[in-house]
């Protein structure tokens, strides 16, 4: 009689691991539907849910079976489905909506990880690899009509940011503030919420600046901050005592990255700060939930426009390189805010502060 093994003994976290993609295509398909959409004012039966979306009704119960052990939703004994806490982040209504990251995801950026393993084999970029100029990649974003929905992703996430970066970093003395690749604009509104005195503006793209107006104005902070058009590759606005960068330089190499920093310094003059908003990878990795955040996401600029996130020690060459001084590396949330001065023709910072990481 053949021997078979104790189902306990299947390694069965790492088929659970291996099933990730169907994860995110359930909850992507649920989020494309309007699902969570629907449930916002109470529970409702697949039959009803079918009608509202102009589903198949079988097809849709069983997805919605999917949602209920992922734990986004519940089913009641009376068959109706409900949002869980988890799942009221998913309606586009939600105060702090992941639809626009989950639609982002499970779309444009899971149909790019397919090709992850011809960035592996060739250490090439997506764009690399079709023949395009990896500088362009947000202006071809725009071609395919994706400008859009990154934008609005982007704010998503950093809504989630934004207030512990606010939080923990002293902004206090700092008259004016330019966001070079802000985007839309959330992280710097919810800072001038927070410092009723300062004034901003947004540099980026000209393809942002609709948004980003927008959103300013709708955030109550419009009067105080402006829109800059421009290409961080070529120049960086001056008249700010302080710049910040969320999320910007690990898109890209070092070499371009020392191009946008070196922008940065010849647009500040001592005793002027740099701020960059970013993830800090571990020296060595370790089985734990940031770590794997950190490394998931390093592979994301591998395969997106060839950046990488970065160690304190890899910053800090990347900040003298681009004539700065790492002064203190702040907690905030999953991200860290890293601040610089500019460094003085004697190769030292006019700050007094001493590095400090905390």
């Not at 359930?26 to 494309?32: G, K, L, P, Q, T």
């Not at 934004?162 to 509104?189: M, N, Q, R, W």
């Not at 709708?218 to 105080?224: D, L, P, T």
Request: proline fraction near 5%; hydrophobic fraction near 40%; aromatic fraction near 6%.
């Amino acid at each position: 009689m053949a021997s078979h093994p104790r189902f306990d003994a299947w390694p069965s976290a790492l088929l659970d691991m291996m099933a990730g993609h169907r994860v995110t295509a359930v909850i992507y398909v649920a989020a494309c539907l309007g699902i969570p959409d629907e449930l916002v004012a109470g529970p409702r039966t697949s039959a009803d849910l079918a009608r509202r979306t102009g589903a198949h009704e079988p097809s849709l119960r069983r997805l919605l079976r999917a949602l209920v052990t992922l734990g986004v939703c519940t089913e009641s004994q009376q068959h109706a489905f409900e949002l869980t806490a988890l799942g009221r982040y998913l309606p586009g209504s939600a105060r702090q909506s992941l639809k626009p990251w989950v639609l982002l995801e499970g779309g444009f950026l899971r149909h790019s990880w397919g090709s992850l393993i011809d960035s592996i084999r060739t250490g090439k970029t997506e764009p690399e690899l079709a023949g395009r100029d990896v500088e362009k990649g947000f202006e071809h974003l725009a071609e395919l009509g994706n400008a859009p929905p990154f934008n609005e992703a982007m704010v998503a996430l950093t809504r989630f940011v934004a207030p512990a970066v606010a939080g923990a970093y002293d902004f206090t003395g700092i008259g004016k503030l330019i966001d070079v690749g802000g985007g839309h604009g959330e992280l710097l509104s919810v800072i001038l919420t927070a410092y009723p005195s300062l004034r901003g503006a947004i540099f980026d793209l000209p393809l942002c600046g609709e948004g980003a107006r927008r959103h300013l104005t709708e955030a109550g902070v419009g009067e105080r901050c402006e829109f800059l058009a421009g290409n961080f590759f070529e120049s960086v606005p001056s008249g700010a005592d302080a710049l910040i960068l969320k999320s910007v330089i690990h898109d890209w190499d070092d070499e371009r990255s020392v191009k946008i920093l070196a922008n940065c310094r010849r647009a500040l003059g001592p005793p002027g700060k740099l701020l960059l908003v970013e993830r800090i990878m571990p020296d060595a990795s370790e089985l734990s939930a940031e770590h794997r955040a950190n490394v998931l996401s390093d592979l994301n600029m591998l395969r997106g426009l060839g950046g990488s996130e970065r160690t304190e020690h890899e910053f800090r060459e990347l900040l003298t390189k681009s004539g700065f001084m790492m002064t203190r590396v702040v907690a905030a949330g999953p991200m860290k805010v890293i601040e610089a001065t500019v460094r003085t023709p004697e190769g030292t910072s006019r700050s007094t502060c001493a590095m400090v990481s905390r």
